[in-house]
């Protein structure tokens, strides 16, 4: 069992950066792969970002990639999402969530999530 909550959510203008912390409890931690998803009003929620339970593999989303960057330390349970060069359209409910599936780029295989923290991006 992994509880997530996510900081570092806020308002900042276009080309700002935001860095995201997701700070699990348990320790099985490093038995999950980790995933950042947003959901903007009137969207669905989609995956952002997402890293291996070791840390050596990552995926990005095309509308982030060279932008965002994901990282991992499992000594002290967190997950990291450097967030540069933001833009209106990344105004969104950003979400960490843990999955203990192989299949890790899939949304519905994940089965723990945090509560969301808010970024919003003025134009």
């Known amino acids: 069992q992994v509880q997530l909550v996510e900081s570092g959510g806020g308002l900042t203008q276009a080309g700002g950066s935001l860095l995201l912390q997701c700070a699990a409890s348990?320790?099985?931690?490093?038995?999950?792969?980790m995933g950042w998803f947003r959901q903007a009003p009137g969207q669905e929620r989609e995956l952002v970002s997402a890293?291996?339970?070791?840390?050596?593999?990552?995926y990005y989303a095309d509308s982030v990639k060279g932008r965002f960057t994901i990282s991992r330390d499992n000594a002290k349970n967190t997950v990291l999402l450097q967030m540069n060069s933001l833009k209106a359209e990344d105004t969104a409910v950003y979400y960490c969530?843990?999955?203990?599936?192989?299949?890790?780029?899939?949304?519905?295989?994940?089965?723990?999530w945090g509560q969301g923290t808010q970024v919003t991006v003025s134009s």
């Open positions: 969530a843990a999955t203990s599936s192989a299949n890790w780029l899939r949304i519905d295989t994940y089965d723990y």
């Open positions: 348990g320790r099985t931690f490093n038995s999950y792969a």
């Open positions: 890293i291996s339970r070791g840390g050596g593999s990552t």
